[in-house]
């Protein structure tokens, strides 16, 4: 890993978007260019930015191979110190916040390249079990770098961004290279997640308890086998992704 994995103007600087796409189409020039105006304070740019992270590179549970970078943007962002006042502007008010949005984005995307939903979306289209999925590989093998960026919110004083970034952490927590995390998310699951008001959360919070105890990975088997992701349709019903009180723009 080099530095510049971890500097989000790198990542958007040394990406060859024009050779990536989104749900559009070319990625160039219009995802990074959103993706730049994450940090913009505009609340204007800042809202089309987060249409496009969901409509353009998480739409209706598919990414794209401009998602791969984006979600290496983002995790990059949230754990930049520099880049952290830009993601709490003063406009949020008590509206969920910015870098929650963020948080529940990472989560919601390592959902639809979990090896469970890998497994369904396989089933449901009748792939070849040789067939390679290297957009969904290619985000799995960011989660170690992402994890740091996402833990130092497990200390957020909002409890929602704090739960957001559980359910990250729980999500990446399938890489074997985070085996040795979970027995240090144990703690903070059992006390936070599960105890949350959310009643997926405390759902979420018992399969990765038990999984955890019995040497796996959680498998979110109540989650609704069509890969198609009816559930985020118009951006209001949260299961069995991340919640949050409000949609993400």
Not at 42 to 53: G, Q, T
Not at 60 to 73: E, H, I, K, W
Not at 176 to 202: C, E, F, M, T, Y
Request: overall charge negative; aromatic content about 10%.
């Amino acid at each position: 890993m080099t530095d510049d994995d971890l500097n989000p103007s790198a990542i958007l600087d040394l990406t060859e978007w024009a050779g990536l796409e989104n749900a559009d189409g070319p990625a160039f020039p219009d995802t990074p260019a959103k993706l730049r105006d994450l940090v913009s304070r505009d609340p204007s740019a800042v809202a089309s930015s987060l249409e496009h992270l969901y409509n353009s590179l998480l739409n209706d549970g598919v990414v794209y191979s401009a998602t791969v970078p984006a979600f290496r943007y983002v995790a990059a962002l949230l754990g930049d110190r520099p880049s952290r006042a830009a993601l709490a502007p003063s406009w949020e008010a008590e509206r969920f916040p910015l870098r929650g949005k963020l948080l529940t984005w990472l989560a919601n995307v390592a959902f639809d390249v979990s090896i469970g939903q890998e497994q369904r979306i396989r089933e449901w289209g009748k792939y070849s079990p040789s067939e390679p999925f290297p957009d969904f590989i290619g985000i799995r093998n960011i989660y170690p770098e992402a994890f740091p960026s996402v833990s130092s919110y497990f200390d957020d004083p909002d409890v929602r961004v704090v739960e957001a970034a559980l359910v990250a952490a729980v999500r990446f927590s399938e890489s074997p290279a985070l085996a040795a995390h979970r027995g240090k998310l144990a703690p903070l699951v059992g006390n936070i997640l599960a105890q949350s008001s959310n009643d997926w959360h405390r759902r979420l919070a018992s399969e990765a308890l038990t999984a955890w105890e019995q040497g796996r990975v959680p498998s979110e088997t109540h989650t609704d086998p069509s890969p198609s992701g009816e559930h985020w349709a118009g951006h209001n019903s949260q299961e069995p992704r991340s919640s949050f009180d409000e949609p993400p723009f």
